[in-house]
C-alpha cells in the first residue's frame, strides 16, 4: 500500500492572517472619479436664470471611508480654455470643505443665453488631489426685461369669457437667410402653450408653462431648437390652453381666476456661422383661427372634432390668409 501523508494542519490565526491578506489585495483602493455633475438640479441645463448658480458633483472610490476634504471648480465659456486651465470666468481656488452639493457660483456676473463650462476636482483626508472630471455645462436664460425683444400677443378672437372657448391657434412665417450655429427658443404664456415648429412640436412638456401666481410671475421654458431650423422659409405655430390661467380652478365652477384674455410670448433667437444673430418674436404680425379643440379645461377635460383640423398649418407655406 502506497502510504499517503497527512495534509498540513493550519491554524485558525494563520488562515485568518491569509484571508485578510488575500482581502487587502482585492480591495485596493482605485483612483477617485468624479461624476453627476449637475447645475440648480440638472444635467447640463438650458435656460437658467439663477444669478448665482448652485454646482454638485458625486464621487466615486473604492476606498473605504474616503472623505473630501476640499474642492476646486473651474467655470469657462471654452471646453479647450478649460481643460487647459486657460482664460477661465472664475476659479473657486481649494475650498476646505467636505460639501458637494449647492456649492454657489461665485464668478463675475453672468451674461444671458451664455454657455459655461465648469469642472471640479477634489481633495481626500491625505491631502492628494483627484484628477479633473469631465466638464459639464449649464446655459444662461433671459436674465433682464431689456432682454426680451419680443412683446405680449392676443389673439384678437370672439370669445364669451365666461366659459370654454375654442383654443387659439397662432402662427408666423420667418425667412432665415445664414447658416445656424445654435438656435434658441424661450417660450411663455397667459393660459398653457403648445408650440411647433415647421410642423415638429418643440419640446416635450406638458401643461407648459405650468401653474404659478400670474399676478407675480410667469414661468417660461428655453428649449434646443437647432435641428428645426431649415434655411429659406420657416413657419412657427402655437396652440393656447385656458389651463390654471383662466380655466376652471377649483371645484366652485370659478373662472378667469388671474385675466380672461389668453396671452403668449415667444422669443427665438438664431446665431450663425459667422457671428452674427437674428431675433424672431411675438409681435403684431403674427395671425390667429380656432381649430378642432372646441374646449379644453383642467377638470373638464377636452372637446375635439377633427373635421376641423388645419392641415400643416404649422409648416410653411400655408394659406393662413383666414
Given at each position: 500500500?502506497?502510504?499517503?501523508?497527512?495534509?498540513?494542519?493550519?491554524?485558525?490565526?494563520?488562515?485568518?492572517?491569509?484571508?485578510?491578506?488575500?482581502?487587502?489585495?482585492?480591495?485596493?483602493?482605485?483612483?477617485?472619479?468624479?461624476?453627476?455633475?449637475?447645475?440648480?438640479?440638472?444635467?447640463?441645463?438650458?435656460?437658467?436664470?439663477?444669478?448665482?448658480?448652485?454646482?454638485?458633483?458625486?464621487?466615486?472610490?473604492?476606498?473605504?471611508?474616503?472623505?473630501?476634504?476640499?474642492?476646486?471648480?473651474?467655470?469657462?465659456?471654452?471646453?479647450?480654455?478649460?481643460?487647459?486651465?486657460?482664460?477661465?470666468?472664475?476659479?473657486?481656488?481649494?475650498?476646505?470643505?467636505?460639501?458637494?452639493?449647492?456649492?454657489?457660483?461665485?464668478?463675475?456676473?453672468?451674461?444671458?443665453?451664455?454657455?459655461?463650462?465648469?469642472?471640479?476636482?477634489?481633495?481626500?483626508?491625505?491631502?492628494?488631489?483627484?484628477?479633473?472630471?469631465?466638464?459639464?455645462?449649464?446655459?444662461?436664460?433671459?436674465?433682464?426685461?431689456?432682454?426680451?425683444?419680443?412683446?405680449?400677443?392676443?389673439?384678437?378672437?370672439?370669445?364669451?369669457?365666461?366659459?370654454?372657448?375654442?383654443?387659439?391657434?397662432?402662427?408666423?412665417?420667418?425667412?432665415?437667410?445664414?447658416?445656424?450655429?445654435?438656435?434658441?427658443?424661450?417660450?411663455?404664456?397667459?393660459?398653457?402653450?403648445?408650440m411647433y415648429l415647421n410642423g415638429r412640436r418643440v419640446g416635450e412638456e406638458v401643461l407648459t408653462p405650468g401653474w404659478t401666481s400670474y399676478d407675480d410671475h410667469i414661468q417660461y421654458q428655453t428649449y434646443d431648437v437647432t435641428s428645426q431650423i431649415q434655411?429659406?422659409?420657416?413657419?412657427?405655430g402655437v396652440i393656447l390652453g385656458d389651463g390654471w390661467y383662466r380655466g376652471n380652478l377649483a371645484f366652485s365652477g370659478q373662472r378667469n381666476t388671474y385675466g380672461d384674455k389668453l396671452a403668449?410670448?415667444?422669443?427665438?433667437?438664431?446665431?450663425?456661422?459667422?457671428?452674427?444673430?437674428?431675433?424672431?418674436?411675438?409681435?403684431?404680425?403674427?395671425?390667429?383661427?380656432?381649430?378642432?379643440?372646441?374646449?379644453?379645461?383642467?377638470?373638464?377635460?377636452?372637446?375635439?372634432?377633427?373635421?376641423?383640423?388645419?392641415?400643416?398649418?404649422?409648416?410653411?407655406?400655408?394659406?393662413?390668409?383666414?
Amino acid at each position: 500500500m502506497k502510504a499517503i501523508r497527512p495534509a498540513p494542519i493550519l491554524s485558525l490565526s494563520f488562515v485568518t492572517v491569509l484571508l485578510a491578506f488575500s482581502g487587502a489585495q482585492l480591495t485596493s483602493a482605485a483612483p477617485v472619479s468624479l461624476t453627476g455633475l449637475r447645475c440648480e438640479y440638472k444635467t447640463n441645463p438650458l435656460g437658467i436664470d439663477v444669478p448665482l448658480p448652485r454646482l454638485g458633483w458625486q464621487i466615486l472610490s473604492n476606498e473605504r471611508a474616503w472623505m473630501q476634504t476640499a474642492y476646486q471648480i473651474r467655470v469657462a465659456q471654452d471646453p479647450d480654455a478649460l481643460s487647459q486651465g486657460k482664460e477661465l470666468v472664475w476659479d473657486s481656488g481649494k475650498v476646505a470643505s467636505a460639501e458637494s452639493a449647492h456649492r454657489v457660483y461665485a464668478g463675475p456676473a453672468l451674461r444671458s443665453g451664455k454657455r459655461y463650462y465648469w469642472h471640479v476636482r477634489v481633495w481626500d483626508a491625505q491631502g492628494q488631489p483627484s484628477a479633473w472630471s469631465e466638464a459639464a455645462w449649464w446655459e444662461m436664460g433671459l436674465l433682464a426685461p431689456p432682454d426680451w425683444l419680443a412683446s405680449w400677443i392676443e389673439p384678437d378672437l370672439k370669445e364669451d369669457t365666461t366659459k370654454s372657448n375654442p383654443c387659439p391657434m397662432l402662427r408666423k412665417e420667418f425667412e432665415v437667410r445664414g447658416e445656424v450655429r445654435s438656435a434658441r427658443a424661450y417660450a411663455a404664456s397667459h393660459g398653457l402653450y403648445e408650440m411647433y415648429l415647421n410642423g415638429r412640436r418643440v419640446g416635450e412638456e406638458v401643461l407648459t408653462p405650468g401653474w404659478t401666481s400670474y399676478d407675480d410671475h410667469i414661468q417660461y421654458q428655453t428649449y434646443d431648437v437647432t435641428s428645426q431650423i431649415q434655411k429659406g422659409t420657416n413657419a412657427i405655430g402655437v396652440i393656447l390652453g385656458d389651463g390654471w390661467y383662466r380655466g376652471n380652478l377649483a371645484f366652485s365652477g370659478q373662472r378667469n381666476t388671474y385675466g380672461d384674455k389668453l396671452a403668449l410670448l415667444v422669443q427665438i433667437q438664431l446665431t450663425f456661422r459667422d457671428g452674427t444673430s437674428q431675433v424672431i418674436g411675438t409681435d403684431d404680425e403674427w395671425r390667429a383661427a380656432t381649430g378642432p379643440i372646441l374646449m379644453s379645461d383642467i377638470y373638464n377635460g377636452e372637446s375635439y372634432d377633427a373635421r376641423l383640423e388645419k392641415k400643416g398649418w404649422s409648416n410653411p407655406g400655408y394659406e393662413d390668409a383666414s
